[in-house]
């Protein structure tokens, strides 16, 4: 079973609509929870960082079930520019030290 | 602010050649570096972190290696590539204490022919 797991897609939307991705984590030891957005051919980017109280930033939420282990990011009033791969990270401590655990990405498509 | 350079950022090498990636980071002190493959189409494939200077942990057996000659200088290193060896290789720093995300550099894609 993999560690962090995501639908791999892809994720075909027309613009305007809202999109919901889940990823779940296998350790619930994870301390840490993020989402990273990967355009094609580009390095991974920071999107947000997910806490336990929920956040949001613009049309982007993120939320964090530690008791059912997964973590959401929904997407509303989806643009072209929102097509991307969006990756899902958790962070671990083990060999002391802290290790970024990475989902292998959910591929969305906006259409217009 | 912080920022990590990589290069190059396209490169294609013979097999059989030696290879040499760099990334440096400005900006802060004592980082955790990686490097990381991507196959295309694929998730990412940590290849070795670093917590401080010769300090390297290697997550997959490989005829790749890596060097930490500096505080904020990472290098991924072969004597002789292969073919399988082809790929998008991503060097990222972290915040060393606590649990924290990585940034990573724009990445090297490697083509060996």
């Known amino acids: 079973r993999k560690e962090v797991e995501q639908d791999p897609g892809p994720f075909n939307v027309p613009e305007g609509a809202t999109v919901a991705f889940n990823c779940t984590y296998s350790n619930s030891a994870s301390q840490s929870f993020f989402w990273y957005r990967q355009d094609c051919r580009k390095e991974p980017k920071l999107l947000m960082s997910v806490y336990s109280s929920g956040n949001e930033d613009g049309r982007f939420t993120a939320q964090l079930n530690r008791a059912s282990q997964y973590i959401s990011l929904l997407i509303r009033d989806s643009k072209l520019s929102d097509s991307a791969t969006y990756l899902c990270?958790?962070?671990?401590?083990?060999?002391?030290?802290?290790?970024?655990?990475w989902g292998a990405g959910t591929k969305l498509i906006i259409k217009p | 602010s912080q920022t990590i350079h990589q290069w190059p950022a396209t490169l294609v090498q013979p097999v059989g050649s030696p290879l040499s990636l760099e990334c440096t980071v400005e900006?802060?002190?004592?980082?955790?570096l990686y490097w990381y493959r991507q196959a295309a189409g694929r998730g990412l494939q940590l290849l070795f972190y670093s917590v401080g200077i010769g300090q390297i942990s290697s997550e997959v057996p490989q005829n790749l290696s890596a060097s930490r000659p500096q505080d904020r200088q990472f290098i991924l290193s072969s004597k002789k590539l292969l073919l399988s060896d082809s790929g998008f290789y991503l060097c990222?720093?972290?915040?060393?204490?606590?649990?924290?995300?990585?940034?990573f550099g724009q990445g090297t894609r490697l083509t060996v022919v």
């Open positions: 900006g802060t002190s004592n980082p955790n």
């Open positions: 990222a720093w972290s915040v060393q204490s606590g649990s924290h995300a990585a940034f």
């Open positions: 990270v958790v962070t671990l401590f083990m060999d002391s030290n802290y290790q970024l655990i």
